[in-house]
Nanobody, 124 residues
Framework: QVQLVESGGGLVQAGGSLRLSCAASIRTFSTYAMGWFRQAPGKEREFVAAINWSGDDTRYADSVKGRFTISRDNAKNTVYLQMNSLKPEDTAVYYC?????????????????WGQGTQVTVSS
């Protein structure tokens, strides 16, 4: 059974930083792409960032480009999302997800397993 556990969310002031982590219980973690998505109240889930199996190919939503960085440590079965220069509009529940191939995607339908989410709240 695949489990994804996100951590690192919390309350931060605008301009601050947070680092999210997602620990995956997958035997072959290093062969799968990972993604981060977020969902704000009353809004649809939206793509934030994705990383391929080896970590050398990343993609970002335009809204977070230059502020967020996705990375992974295959030895620890963990993917990270470093979030800098946070804005109130970044407030959402953040989810990590596993894709069943090694290449990242911005479409949530391409991801097979999801974590339970971690709340990020940015105050103005």
């Amino acid at each position: 059974q695949v489990q994804l556990v996100e951590s690192g969310g919390g309350l931060v002031q605008a301009g601050g930083s947070l680092r999210l982590s997602c620990a995956a219980s997958i035997r072959t973690f290093s062969t799968y792409a990972m993604g981060w998505f977020r969902q704000a109240p009353g809004k649809e889930r939206e793509f934030v960032a994705a990383i391929n199996w080896s970590g050398d190919d990343t993609r970002y939503a335009d809204s977070v480009k230059g502020r967020f960085t996705i990375s992974r440590d295959n030895a620890k079965n963990t993917v990270y999302l470093q979030m800098n220069s946070l804005k109130p509009e970044d407030t959402a529940v953040y989810y990590c997800a596993v894709r069943s191939t090694g290449y990242g995607s911005s479409w949530y339908g391409n991801y097979k397993y999801w974590g339970q989410g971690t709340q990020v709240t940015v105050s103005s």
